[in-house]
């Protein structure tokens, strides 16, 4: 297989260790590749690498980190049907959605290049005849970041491209089932040009992150943590970092609700869930959890909603004309399965699919619920599944009451023609990111995060590369 590496990569160079761990492919159980697990001692060996290339990549003209990132865009593309299939075989999603995601992860290489040389610093007018008074950015330092197995390229990729054109060095620990894809970026940023120790990536097995997320938290060298993940995990890592006072970007989970309101274009309603439950067989932070629907509107919804989930084409993400892949893991099952039984022993009603699909493994049956009440299990966690539940609401202040009753606060949706509307549901819904008649809002130009307990910090445009610098003041005497 193209871009397969299995060793960790540091300061330039692929590093084995003493254990490997297996990486599965979720839509046949075969084991891919087993990969090196790194060590505390090879954590810290990386933070070593990242902190000496340090004084040379911030010092290096921003053009010039510019010109090297686009180098690494262009291998993207130039390979990306090479990374779209290392990346369906690890994680499991349709060869459609993994080509996409790799044009998705070059998009922020050529969006942070451009703004690379856009560090704009501040003359304030002085109080003083014999001060001057300057505000200047510069890169945080070395940096690390621990990124999710639903988007294995896009997640490593946001993370990695404003910390480069920032000036930051960059340690990076990808998620225990998909390492390949973060591998086989490193070997392109290697081809790309980028200095050895800039970007270093440490993968592990699930018993390894403590250790490894230990390392990196505690490091007083490392001054910035960029986690993509859940919210209690999120917290833990939120608190490691204290110790250090380093700065911290987090983008955790999500209860998004999607509202469709009776003046709602319904046909396009039903295509903006379809894109917002279903891609990435449902496993996405941004996925639509909660869908309330209004009721003069209801059963039109339900029925069109019923067809296209009954028509949904379940298979390998290698196969043609799938649209929904496997899961990721045994575990993401069980717990698509027990959303379904305790919605449906407190009162849902099956509409379709609902079971293990045919092809066995971790292949789940897209299901759509009605009847979903807020004190069900799927209306308080992320289900993480192809599984859609309906609500029915008859006010446009109940569904917003509902819509924010949950501690979360990353994605939300709703679909209207009322312009009137339009404006009061986007100001009351308490979230970071408003999709309105649109089930996909994600773009490397706007930014992406949420808030409540889904995050701190944002990511994607202008505002994502000032997570990675800090201001400093400096005051000239004449």
């Known amino acids: 297989m193209k871009l397969l590496n299995t060793n960790a990569f540091i300061d330039g160079s692929w590093v084995s260790a003493d254990e490997t761990f297996p990486v599965f492919d979720p839509s046949t159980g075969d084991v891919v590749a087993q990969v090196a697990r790194s060590t505390e001692a090879l954590t810290r060996q990386a933070i070593d690498a990242a902190e000496a290339a340090l004084p040379a990549w911030r010092s290096t003209p921003a053009i010039e980190r510019a010109k ?58 002085s109080p003083w005849r014999d001060r001057r008074l300057h505000v200047i950015r510069q890169a945080v330092g070395t940096a690390a970041g621990i990124t999710p197995w639903n988007f294995p390229s896009a997640m490593p990729a946001r993370k990695l491209a404003p910390a480069l054109a920032a000036g930051c060095t960059f340690v990076l620990k990808p998620a225990e089932a998909t390492p390949l894809s973060a591998l086989a970026f490193a070997q392109l940023a290697h081809e790309a040009g980028v ?29 910035k943590l960029s986690f993509t993940g859940s919210t209690a995990v999120g917290k833990i890592l939120l608190a490691q970092c204290a110790s250090t006072i380093k700065k911290v970007s987090l983008e955790l989970g999500g209860n998004a609700p999607l509202i469709v309101f009776d003046d709602a274009d319904v046909d396009a309603a039903v295509d903006g869930v379809m894109v917002a439950k279903f891609r990435n067989a449902g496993q996405v932070c941004v996925a639509a959890n909660r869908i309330l629907v209004q009721a003069g509107v209801y059963a039109k919804f339900a029925d069109a909603m019923a067809a296209r989930v009954a028509g949904l084409r379940v298979g390998a993400g290698i196969e043609e004309g799938t649209d929904v892949g496997p899961l990721i893991d045994e575990g993401g099952l069980k717990k698509v399965e027990a959303h379904i039984e305790d919605a449906r022993g407190c009162g849902a009603t099956v509409r379709v699919g609902a079971a293990r699909h045919e092809r066995g493994g971790t292949f789940f049956q897209p299901t759509l619920l009605e009847g979903v009440t807020m004190d069900m299990q799927m209306a308080n966690e992320e289900t993480f599944g192809p599984v859609a539940g309906l609500t029915k609401f008859d006010t446009e202040e109940e569904a917003i009451r509902i819509a924010n009753d949950t501690p979360m606060g990353l994605a939300s949706y709703f679909f209207s023609r009322d312009i009137g509307r339009v404006t009061r549901v986007s100001e009351a819904l308490e979230y970071g990111m408003v999709g309105v008649n649109t089930g996909a809002m994600s773009t490397t130009v706007a930014p992406f995060g949420g808030i409540k307990e889904s995050g701190l910090g944002r990511e994607g445009s202008k505002h994502g590369l000032d997570e990675w610098t800090e201001l400093k003041y400096v005051c000239v005497g004449l």
Do not use: C
């Open 68 to 125: 090297i990132m686009r180098r690494l865009e262009q291998l993207l593309h130039r390979h990306e049907d090479d990374l779209a299939a290392l990346l369906t075989r690890e994680q499991g999603k349709p060869l459609g959605e993994a080509r996409g995601e790799i044009r998705y992860a070059a998009s922020f290489l050529d969006w942070f290049a451009s703004e690379a040389p856009r560090q704009y610093g501040e003359t304030i007018p």
């Open 195 to 223: 200095p050895a120790g800039v970007f270093n990536v440490v993968p592990g097995a699930r018993e390894d992150a403590a250790t490894i997320g230990g390392v990196l938290t505690s490091d007083p060298r490392v001054r």
